[in-house]
């Protein structure tokens, strides 16, 4: 039970409370969503209103923490009636888009994105399997795998998802490859269809480095 004196403390406070919300310093920025969502427990929201533009622009932050705990509060968002936010499926930034994908089963569960306009947007979700930074790019291959699952992706992009097989970076290609194990578990791809495309992964073995590691372990677990 929130006291009327600390309620009035948080209402009285909230330009700075707003202001944390973008702090470097995780500390602030859990204080100050703490005090966001009491305004939005105890029914205060209307001191919230106009301020609901900035708080969809956390999510389209500079700094990944803020992003982070913007997409974890994403509910207090909802309960304000913010739109727009999935406008950052189809962001200019690798970053941004990342952070909106990799909470895609939100997005759908708090209505904001029906199951049939994510499908429209998976588009803008191939440039992440290439992205220039390699954390993105590793976590968004791992991701496709799930989105397979949920038929975000299924049987008509199976072509495009085997350019990236034959990609001429060998930093992309593997984690391509990387996947096919799960991807033949289920059913998104034939094993004929990899074997015709097997010399791009021997390929990767040719020198000594991590990726032919790597390559490596994909052909043992394909049996080859």
Known sequence: MVEYRELKEIINSLPKTLEALSSPDPNKRKEAWEKVKILVTTGNTDVLMRHRGYLRSLLWHRLQGVRDEAWANLEVMRELGVEGVERTLTADKDTIKWSAWSNF???LSLGYISFSDLREKRNSYWRLLKS???TVRKKAWRLFVKLVEYKVFDEADKE?????LAHRKAGVRI????TVPALLEKGFLKMEEAEELLPYLRELTAKESSVKKRAMRVLRKLGQ
């Open 175 to 178: 984690y391509a490859w990387e």
């Open 160 to 164: 495009r998802f085997k350019e990236f």
């Open 132 to 134: 220039r930074w390699v």
């Open 105 to 107: 089963e939100k997005l």
